[in-house]
Nanobody, 124 residues
């Protein structure tokens, strides 16, 4: 599975951005796609996951209520709509694909496929 992330950029605090992650290849190898982020000097942080076939969507506490993950199954693409952005949202955002179980879906070790990362910078 190949994942191609796009949509990062520079935005002022309070603004919005939408990230995209297009999957190609052996799509049947995964049943969920997620977003993680990593700020300089910090560990990779779970942002959101979209579990297919009724598995639901889940969010990290720091983004709940501001970010929305969605999927266009026809395009094999997952989106992350980010609203009310804060300077602390500044990070490299990575999309990931895998077959997580509920207890491990927030762990980056669960996901075997990763996109290249896209930089999001929020200015104050």
């Amino acid at each position: 599975v190949q994942l191609q992330a796009s949509g990062g950029g520079l935005v002022q605090a309070g603004g919005s951005l939408r990230l995209s992650c297009a999957a190609s290849g052996s799509i049947d190898s995964i049943n969920a796609m997620a977003w993680f982020r990593q700020a300089p000097g910090k560990e990779r942080e779970f942002v959101a996951v979209n579990r297919w076939r009724g598995g639901g969507t889940f969010y990290g506490d720091s983004v709940k209520g501001r970010f929305t993950i969605s999927r266009d199954s026809a395009k094999n693409t997952v989106y992350l709509q980010m609203n009310s952005l804060k300077p602390e949202d500044t990070a490299v955002y990575y999309c990931a694909g895998g077959r997580p179980i509920a207890s491990s879906m927030r762990s980056d070790k669960t996901y075997g496929y990763w996109g290249q990362g896209t930089q999001v910078t929020v200015s104050s």
